[in-house]
Nanobody, 121 residues
Framework: QVQLVESGGGLVQAGGSLRLSCAAS????????LGWYRQVPGKQRELVAT???????NYADSVKGRFTISRDNAKNSVYLQMNSLKPEDTAVYSC???????????????WGQGTQVTVSS
C-alpha cells in the first residue's frame, strides 16, 4: 500500500503565501506524475498543477505565474509554493501520485487526505 500525507495548509490573508508538502510512503517502486488538485464544496475537483518524472510541469490557467510545483524524488515528495493568494484559491488541496509498486505492476493513482487552504479578503 501507498500513503500520501499532505501538510502546510492553513489560513492566510489575500496576497500572502503558503507552501504545501506531500510525502508518499509505503511500497513504492517508482513514481511517475505527481500533482495537486483542489475542491470546494458543491464543485468538481480541479487540477491545480502536475509535474512528471522528467520535471515537466503543467498549471491551471488560474494559478499560472503564482503557484510553483516541484518534487524531490529522493524523498518521494511533491510541493506547491503558492504566492499572491486570492480568496478564490480557498479550497481543500489534495496531492495525487501515479505510483508503481513493483517493476512489473501497472501504475495506479493514490490520493492524500487533503489539506484546507483558506484565503481571507
Amino acid at each position: 500500500q501507498v500513503q500520501l500525507v499532505e501538510s502546510g495548509g492553513g489560513l492566510v490573508q489575500a496576497g500572502g503565501s503558503l507552501r504545501l508538502s506531500c510525502a508518499a510512503s509505503g511500497s513504492i517502486f517508482s513514481i511517475n506524475a505527481l500533482g495537486w488538485y483542489r475542491q470546494v464544496p458543491g464543485k468538481q475537483r480541479e487540477l491545480v498543477a502536475t509535474i512528471n518524472s522528467g520535471g515537466i510541469t503543467n498549471y491551471a490557467d488560474s494559478v499560472k505565474g503564482r503557484f510553483t510545483i516541484s518534487r524531490d524524488n529522493a524523498k518521494n515528495s511533491v510541493y506547491l509554493q503558492m504566492n499572491s493568494l486570492k480568496p478564490e484559491d480557498t479550497a481543500v488541496y489534495s496531492c495525487n501520485a501515479d505510483v508503481k509498486t513493483g517493476r512489473y505492476t501497472r501504475p495506479r493513482d493514490y490520493w492524500g487526505q487533503g489539506t484546507q487552504v483558506t484565503v481571507s479578503s
